[in-house]
């Protein structure tokens, strides 16, 4: 960048600016402006396209390069900037037109039509649409704003932003897609074939592309908002994305451009090594979801729209007022789910950590993971035991939706243990070892859950049995021993009251010695053939898994106790 920056600046800038205005301004406004002589300023751009360029090219070159003297302006903040206009314009020349362009060619034909007076809709040519239909500069204000409010209000929008970041980004951390056949085959491969390929390589060529690939440092003042990826992968992403939508556009193609912006990103993320043997399995199945998406939504259009238009030629006009109120209620329902979404992640990451976060922060976040914790695991518990015992399956699938729940919640906490760890470690070794303990906990108990649920599940499925009598009643008293239990814990962890923890352990153990008598009464049952095989594994799996449940909570109370302690003593 010292000794070249300028000149990577200038060119991409000369050649947004070609793409954008020179090719771009076919068909617009100010293409038809004479500059003298009878010649339009378009006719005037098609002739001295090479000079413009030229010219262009050493402005920018210098122009840049000044900014870096004279006021120390980073050159490639610079194209970021210009990049970011341009994919606006690229975006509007394409989508803007998309957008419009059905709508004003339906009021284009009333107009006509009702200029014709009005007559039979059978014997009314459309043939005034078979040329160029001018489109209004306040109609283009219009949608252009309205374009701007739904980008800036939609949630499915930042959805889909968020979907092409995280796949793109530099940085660790939990993946957006889970690992898939396809993507594991390909991974595997490619990195079979680059074992195969170093081998026969030369070693300085060897370590010379490696040396290509050590990351630069970044000091980012806010951590929050940081980047996914430098300013180098951001420059090219916005270009060439931007590049390639204006020609596109300029040639009358068909393409999407949220599709050409994303294979961009994943483009120079996949060059420059942002998918490591850590993620490249879930960025390539995100790569492939995404796409497949894609086709496949294009195929369900082409299918839909065919059988839509069938529907209305054959039931009048009734049809196509149903479906209008079928659109709008698939619009709002889609609004209403993604506010649902957004909700439930910003209730998600109340107790995520950031690296910005001060310690008292991180104990509070850290009070918050176990108390979800242990509020998930009384509700799922008492919620799983009743709906088993009154064979309501329905419910107990909520049940178990709740538990998988619980369970991705466990393991994305401990998936950004390692983060969190770095900074902890800075203080004392302790800290760290004590919250990794915790989350060692929690998983556990997430387990237990599962555990415990899926084979009541199983259990109802397959319509065995239910349980006796007397084994519904010994498990109703056992639930209200261990709801009592929880919410005992669940208090001396808000209040952070440890002392009483001699307290829990006691009624821990009690509910533990009523566990062993129920399985000696299970076993009397056994003895005197009144329960089946099925019934006995069922009834023991339970009671191991909760005396599993009831130590691992315990535990992770210690454990939260002592990160606590020894993160307020080191600081």
Known sequence: MKYFGSA??????????????????????????EVG???????????????????????????????????????????????????????????LVNFIGVPLAGFNSFKAWAAAGATGADSFSMEMLAGKVGTPTYMLLIAGLIMIITLIL????????????????QEEGSERFGSSYGARMLVRGTSNFNKKLVKVLPNAVVNGIQSRFIPVSQDYQNEIDKPSFDKIRASVNLVVASILIAIGTS??????????????????????????????????????????????TALIAFTVSGIIALLISVSGKFMIFVF????????????????????????????????????????????????????????????????????DRNELKKVEESSRTFSQKAKKNKDKAYSIIQKLTEASVDTGHYYVQMLEHKREMAHAI???????????????????????????????????????????????????????IAIRDKIL????????????????????????????????ELENLLLHTVNMVKSQRDFITFTRKTN
């Open 37 to 95: 002589g009878g010649e339009t300023l378009q006719g005037w751009f098609n002739q001295n396209s090479g000079l413009v360029l030229l010219y262009g090219f050493i402005f920018w070159v210098v122009f840049i390069q000044l900014l870096k003297w004279l006021f120390n302006i980073k050159i490639l903040k610079i194209v970021v900037l210009a990049g970011t206009f341009a994919l606006a314009m690229a975006f509007a020349g394409n989508d």
């Open 154 to 169: 939609s949630k499915k929008a930042k959805s889909v932003i968020a979907t092409s970041l995280d796949l793109s980004r």
């Open 450 to 504: 599962n555990y415990l649920v899926s084979p009541m599940i199983e259990h109802l499925e397959n319509n065995h049995k239910p349980f006796n009598n007397e084994q519904n009643l010994e498990l109703t008293n056992l639930a209200i021993q261990i709801d009592s239990f929880y919410n005992y814990t669940l208090h001396s962890v808000k209040e952070e009251n440890f002392d009483e923890l001699d307290n829990l």
């Open 513 to 544: 010695e009523t566990l062993r008598q129920i399985e000696k009464n299970q076993i009397k049952r056994i003895k005197n053939r009144e329960v089946n095989t099925r019934n006995s594994q069922l009834f023991f799996k339970l009671i191991s």
């Open 251 to 296: 040639l009358k193609l068909p393409l999407s451009t949220t599709y050409v912006t994303f294979m961009v990103a994943m483009g120079t993320s996949l060059s420059d090594r942002a998918w490591d043997r850590e993620s490249a399995v879930y960025r390539v199945s995100g790569v492939f979801a995404v796409i497949g998406g894609w086709f496949l």
């Open 324 to 391: 209008v109120a079928v659109a709008l209620f698939m619009v709002l329902r889609t609004h209403l789910l993604f506010k649902k979404r957004a909700s439930k992640k910003i209730i998600d990451e109340e107790d995520t950590f950031e690296d910005e976060d001060a310690y008292e922060e991180i104990i509070s976040k850290s009070s918050k993971q176990v108390i979800k914790a242990i509020v998930s695991t009384n509700q799922i518990l008492s919620m799983g035991i009743d709906s088993f015992l009154k064979e």
């Open 8 to 33: 990577f600046g200038g060119l991409a800038i000369t050649a947004i600016t070609y793409f954008i205005f020179i090719k771009g301004m076919k068909g617009s406004s100010f293409a038809d402006i």
